[in-house]
């Protein structure tokens, strides 16, 4: 009797303690990716070559090919079980030589703008073109002005990123509109070009570029971005003078679709090859600047929770597996592409994707995740929240996720996007300004160990 009595005890003691064993355990394993995250800054490194070395990566440019080349590398040095390319066709268009602004006024004088075109632009006649300018808020203004008044004229959009959001993302979403789809509605009025106010709430001389979109069934006319700080400036000048001039020249290209590659690397899992765990980001970046936050940042924090498993010996139950993607800026063909061979092989009952964890909001100070899901999933993480905390973890909850994962929702797939700091992300994004020296090394290798805490809890406890 006093053995079952003892026995019964153990048990008793043993369901008490266990959990609680397991939690020290996935305690000390996520204290060891964060301490070697922060103590051999390897991200870091490999961050400072793609944007020192490589610089901007726009889809279809040579730089874009040795970007590739570069990172199929890095993983293959690291002993990863399996990488390879897959092939994309891809949007190839050239800025040309660098584009040139001025405006001229007998009352306030002449002032160089500036300047930058939008992606994917038409290029201006050689000579460049010299008009009128009108400013409008919105759609809705430039609609009621009418043809009258803005055909043969530069329409100048100046609607401002909403300095009143605390989430820079909804400012710049308030905004982003002008510049995607303002030269396809200003031509349906008759503007010979546009003049768009870049998307930041920063006031300074960056001209922010970014993709826009034609309609078949309108002109395509040259669409330009100004720096805040002139955008203030010409706006103060057109009070001044509403006859002043604007000349504006680029010679940008569009060519035919060109290939490319998305690049994939990964660990194979040891119980369950087939349910993927992803990580990602998009390889490609706007040729004005290095791409530093947008998005070489991502690509080197998702190549680095790869990194952490190996060193530290983590054999993974699920195959972890990232995906540097191309094409994000333009068209997301490799995100498409990706999902079509990704639902294949689902289809086929070869691969699941079980969680797709995407890096795509800087390199800045890890907050937390924002998840798209099923509720009892959400919630799976949201009881992690003791773990993950004490690392300045604190932003949960069912949101956004992010462009180049969002097709794998099909397959049940939990999507998940790396929360950080956007207070400073759109003084960077889409400019010069988006260059290696704004990118701080902790906070990169914060949002590194940030992800590969989470792949690890997900790998053991899903």
Not at 72 to 82: A, F, P, T
Not at 412 to 418: C, R, V
Not at 448 to 456: D, H, K, R, T, Y
Request: net charge neutral.
């Amino acid at each position: 009797m006093r053995n079952l009595f003892v026995f019964i005890t153990i048990l008793s003691f043993q369901a008490g303690f266990l959990p609680l064993f397991a939690q020290d355990a996935d305690s000390m394993m996520i204290r060891k990716i964060y301490t070697e995250a922060l103590t051999n800054p390897v991200a870091y490194h490999h961050l400072d070559y793609l944007c020192n070395r490589i610089g901007g990566r726009l889809c279809g440019s040579p730089q874009a090919e040795k970007a590739v080349q570069w990172t199929k590398k890095i993983m293959e040095d690291m002993g990863l079980d399996s990488v390879y390319l897959q092939p994309v066709m891809v949007e190839h268009w050239e800025r040309g030589a660098k584009e040139s602004g001025l405006v001229i006024s007998q009352k306030a004088g002449r002032h160089e703008l500036h300047i930058c075109a939008v992606g994917g632009s038409v290029g201006t006649p050689k000579a460049g073109i010299t008009a009128g300018i009108v400013e409008v808020k919105n759609f809705g203004q430039l609609q009621s002005m009418g043809r009258k008044q803005i055909e043969g004229k530069i329409v100048f959009f100046n609607r401002e990123a909403d300095p009143s959001q605390l989430y820079t993302f909804d400012a710049y979403g308030g905004a982003v509109d002008q510049r995607a789809r303002g030269a396809m509605n200003a031509s349906g009025f008759g503007a010979i070009a546009v003049v768009v106010r870049s998307a930041t709430t920063a006031h300074d001389n960056f001209p922010h570029t970014g993709n826009q979109h034609y309609a078949d069934s309108v002109k395509a006319i040259p669409a330009f971005c100004v720096s805040t700080n002139d955008a203030d400036s010409l706006s103060l000048w057109l009070m001044k003078d509403p006859a002043l001039k604007v000349f504006l020249k680029a010679s940008c290209i569009q060519h035919p679709v060109s290939p490319s590659y998305n690049v994939i690397g990964e660990i194979k899992g040891t119980v369950h090859p087939g349910e993927i765990i992803l990580v990602g980001g998009h390889l490609d970046s706007w040729d004005i600047g290095q791409g530093a936050h947008d998005d070489g940042a991502g690509i080197v924090q998702c190549i680095e929770v790869l990194r952490l498993f190996k060193a530290l010996n983590i054999k993974p139950i699920h195959t972890i597996r990232m995906v540097a993607f191309m094409d994000e800026e333009c068209g997301q063909t490799g995100a498409k592409v990706y999902a079509g061979e990704s639902k294949r092989l689902a289809d086929a009952g070869k691969e699941k994707h079980i969680a797709a964890i995407e890096a795509d909001r800087g390199g800045l100070t890890p907050q937390g995740f924002s998840m798209e899901g099923k509720d009892e999933e959400v919630n799976k993480i949201l009881g992690w929240n003791k773990l993950l905390q004490p690392y300045g973890l604190w932003s949960f909850g069912k949101s956004g996720s992010g462009v180049d994962i969002r097709d794998l929702k099909s397959q049940g797939a939990l999507l998940i996007a790396l929360v950080t700091d956007s207070q400073r992300y759109f003084d960077y994004h889409h400019s010069a300004n988006d260059t290696f020296d704004k990118v701080n090394v902790r906070e990169l290798e914060l949002g590194a160990a940030a992800m590969g805490g989470l792949v690890l809890m997900i790998d053991r406890k899903w």
